[in-house]
């Protein structure tokens, strides 16, 4: 059992380095090439919050500019960005999931599973992380099969 969620993660990992520039531009959330509306990824992890980043303080990481708040928390990510981008090119897990559609989040609306963050969409009367919620084994399965094949 051990060999085969190794042998998953690092397939996994493979077919993360396997995107390129190109694929990030074109099928990433992005604003003017930023990530998820300017958030610091790395808060999300390191301040179990979710905070805007800094213009002044940002990477670039196949083709998408992240930003952060503080200049170690950039230093964090351009030494493992992989660790800190979010599923699904900051894309709602649920949507990816359930329809298979690209839809905007609120990026304060967030979930780490696994060292992962999974965005996802809400407004005054739709909280998406409450459906993922309720069937998040089937919906990430589904998600993680569409989202391959949409890069």
Request: proline share 3%; with cysteine.
């Amino acid at each position: 059992m051990l060999i085969i969620l190794f042998s998953f993660l690092a397939i996994k990992n493979l077919q993360a380095q396997k995107l390129t520039e190109e694929q990030c531009i074109k099928h990433f959330n992005l604003d003017k090439g930023v990530a998820i509306e300017g958030y610091d990824v790395v808060s999300y992890f390191v301040e179990d919050q979710p905070q805007k980043g800094k213009a002044s303080i940002s990477a670039r990481y196949l083709g998408v500019i992240y930003r952060f708040a503080t200049k170690e928390h950039r230093d964090l990510f351009v030494k493992n960005p992989q660790k800190y981008m979010p599923e699904y090119g900051g894309w709602c897990a649920y949507a990816m999931g359930a329809k298979n559609e690209k839809v905007s989040v609120n990026p304060e609306n967030y979930k780490i599973v696994n060292g992962k963050l999974y965005l996802f969409y809400k407004n005054f009367f739709t909280d998406t992380l409450d459906d993922w919620n309720e069937d998040e084994e089937n919906l990430k399965q589904k998600a993680d099969e569409n989202w391959s094949e949409v890069k």
